[in-house]
Nanobody, 119 residues
Framework: QVQVVESGGGLVQAGGSLRLVCAAS????????MGWYRQVPGKQRDLVAS???????NYADSVKGRFTISKDNAKNTVYLQMNSLKPEDTAVYYC?????????????WGQGTQVTVSS
């Protein structure tokens, strides 16, 4: 079984910062990429940032220069440092871990963590 657990959401004023943490655990799972997605009610879940096993990163245009994704490979943990937060960043943030388990491509989602940015 593979588990993905997020933490670090909360309420912050515009211009503030938050740090999200995501830890993936489980046996026989080789992670290739971990990413953060966000979703607001009635809309699709969108990619915010991702990082590969060899540390290549990708960001949504809306967060470039404000958010930074990083990871600790030894702990299968990924971090999302969010600075200069805006009300439009308000969403449920989900962590995704994608890789190979038992020779098959698999991806796993966390339960989500709410981020609310007040104006």
């Amino acid at each position: 079984q593979v588990q993905v657990v997020e933490s670090g959401g909360g309420l912050v004023q515009a211009g503030g910062s938050l740090r999200l943490v995501c830890a993936a655990s489980g046996s026989f799972f080789t992670i290739n990429v971990m990413g953060w997605y966000r979703q607001v009610p009635g809309k699709q879940r969108d990619l915010v940032a991702s990082i590969t096993s060899d540390y290549r990163t990708n960001y949504a245009d809306s967060v470039k220069g404000r958010f930074t994704i990083s990871k600790d490979n030894a702990k299968n943990t990924v971090y999302l440092q969010m600075n200069s937060l805006k009300p439009e960043d308000t969403a449920v943030y989900y962590c995704n871990a994608a890789g190979v388990r038992f020779a098959k491509s698999r991806d796993y989602w966390g339960q989500g963590t709410q981020v609310t940015v007040s104006s």
